[in-house]
């Protein structure tokens, strides 16, 4: 009997540390740059829609329903759409605390609104906005700890410490961004010894977290505990987690398009298993949450009622995929007219600035609020031959990860290699059909945030400065070498006016941006 009473007993203890030791499995929901898009999008006038907050939110509801889920938005919630940059990203800050996001690392454009109103967005939220590598705002905190299915998980936010160029300089007057990837070392080693695992949720871009996991997760120095790696900035659409030593990458693409999820077995504080997904939200298939589609109609009644009229119509679709590494059609329609607006001799826009296409057929003005959403006017700048080549340069540097700085162009035709190294990539250029004189000037339109320094451009802000008389005042420039300079008017406007002027638009790509095939 005694020796039966120490089988039991032994049996009993051995399916005890058994179910103890057995992987644990969490599962991570993520989105990034939603960019306030919470109705669903329609690329083109032969794509379906795509999208929708509402059915994303059935989709997470769903998904979260075991109460072994973690939902998370890897930034740039806000500035995008008008649905949500009218009310200056508070819509987006109701739809995700209707949603029970449970954090989200702040993007460059939460800043894009100002100081105030984003401290008024964070007192609003029902969820962090983290930033570790964010100095001098008590607002925002580094990580947070959650604990699921017993698993305790450590969620360290990181914003890329390129914001003070990627939102418009004056936004972030007096913040200090530092190092990623110190950020992250210092953050880990500080996570409490019984952490099971550590999500970098990260605004940096997909390039940018490939090469922050190898700098964690591979070599002598990498970490014993596995991370994943949720990113956002880049728009990348990443089908499968990327697995980089014990890190794996991931990313959802765009605007609530698809959601991310992430079933994530762990033991022993080490990932055994992992499976990612991006489930693709189609309206067509899925029922809109009431409550979420509730929220969604009483933002969309104040847009429509603001922004609901015709303002012209176009013959075909105004393309914005492809607007970070390629000439579009959109990209030039818009280039036009600001060179025409300012009568320049050339006009340079960046890609990032076009934000969504518009099919065929009539345009609202709430559709050219979508597509151009940033407070940017219009200035043209006396410059050099040789300033707008390394302007030229800069603008065609980051191609390979999908920059907004891409330039696009109106006046100007040149072709870039962009296999050659960064610097070397222009290989032709010319301006009202003459081949470009670096040492001739020429007068040249572009948005008061390129002019200011925004996506690193820097050559237009040596042009104004050349004349020695370069001033702030009220926000506004002043330059001897400042040829256009309209503060009053943002650029949307600009488009606005032109579009009821011409009534019906049919722009094509012609040429004036080529690679070697």
């Given at each position: ?8 007993v032994?049996?009993?203890?051995f ?20 960019h ?21 939110a059935?989709k997470?509801?769903?998904l979260?329903a075991?109460?072994n889920?973690?939902f ?14 009218l009310?200056q ?13 449970d954090a989200?690392c702040l ?8 100081m105030a109103?984003?401290k ?11 930033a570790?590598?964010?100095y ?10 959650f604990?699921?299915n ?6 360290i936010?990181?914003?890329?410490d ?8 004056r ?5 200090k ?22 999500v ?6 997909h ?12 070599g ?7 991370v ?8 990348t ?5 990327v ?7 991931l990313?959802a693409?765009e605007?609530g ?5 992430a ?10 298993k992992i ?8 309206p ?22 603001i ?16 607007v970070?590494?390629?000439e579009?059609n ?6 036009d ?17 076009i ?9 609202t003005?709430r559709q ?5 959403p ?25 191609i390979e ?28 250029v ?7 004189d ?11 945030f ?6 690193g451009?820097?050559a ?14 009220a ?23 032109t579009?009821?002027r011409?009534?019906?638009i049919?722009?094509?790509v ?8």
């Open positions: 009997m005694f020796r039966q009473c120490l089988v039991s032994s049996i009993l203890l399916v005890c540390i058994s179910a103890e030791a057995a992987p644990r499995t969490v599962r991570i929901l993520h989105i990034n740059d939603f306030g898009f919470a109705n669903p999008v329609v690329a083109s006038s032969t794509a379906p829609p795509i999208g929708g907050a509402a059915f994303l059935t997470v509801a769903e979260k075991d109460g889920a973690l998370l938005s890897a930034g740039d919630l806000v500035q995008g759409d008008s649905w949500v940059n009310s990203g508070r819509a987006s800050i109701e739809l995700m605390n209707l949603m029970g996001l989200t993007g460059n454009h939460e800043f894009d609104f100002g109103a984003l008024q967005r964070i007192s609003e939220a029902r969820f962090p906005m983290l570790a590598n964010l001098s705002m008590p607002e925002v905190s580094a990580s947070r700890l604990e699921r017993g698993l305790k998980i450590s969620v936010g990181i914003v890329t390129e914001t003070p160029q990627s939102s418009h300089p936004n972030t007057v007096g913040l961004f530092a190092s990623p990837v110190e950020t992250a070392r210092k953050q880990i080693a500080a996570a409490s010894p019984d952490t099971d695992l550590i970098l949720l990260t605004h940096l871009g390039e940018v977290d490939r090469k922050l996991a190898e700098s964690l997760c591979t002598t120095e990498a970490l014993a505990l596995s994943v790696v949720v990113g956002g900035h880049s728009h659409r990443v089908e499968k987690p697995q980089i030593g014990n890190c794996y990458v990313q693409w605007y398009k698809v959601l991310g999820v079933d994530i077995s762990i033991e022993d504080r080490k990932i055994v499976d990612g997904r991006l489930l693709e939200i189609k067509s298939e899925v029922k809109p949450l009431p409550e979420v589609q509730s929220l969604v109609d009483r933002y969309n009644k104040e847009v429509t009622a922004l609901g009229r015709q303002v012209g119509s176009s013959d075909v679709d105004l393309v914005q995929q492809g970070r590494q390629q579009t959109f990209g030039d329609l818009i280039a007219i600001v060179r025409k607006e300012t009568g320049a001799q050339a006009a340079l826009i960046n890609g990032g600035s934000r969504t296409g518009i099919p065929k057929g009539p345009i003005a050219v609020y979508a597509s151009i940033f407070n940017n006017y219009l200035v043209a700048v006396r410059m050099t031959g040789a300033q707008l080549l390394e302007t030229l340069e800069h603008g065609v540097s980051g990860n999908g920059e907004g700085r891409f330039p696009q162009v109106s006046g100007i035709r040149f072709a870039f290699d962009p296999t050659r190294p960064v610097g070397k990539r222009i290989l032709s010319s301006v009202d059909g003459k081949p470009l670096t040492s001739k000037e020429y007068t040249v339109a572009t948005l008061d390129i002019a200011a320094g925004g996506d451009y820097t237009f802000g040596k042009a104004i400065r050349s004349s020695g008389d370069f001033s702030e005042v926000g506004a420039m002043k330059s001897s070498r400042l040829v256009y300079n309209d503060p009053g008017r943002y650029l949307r406007d600009v488009v606005l006016e579009l009821g011409v009534s019906n049919s722009p094509v012609d040429g004036r941006i080529s690679r070697p095939k």
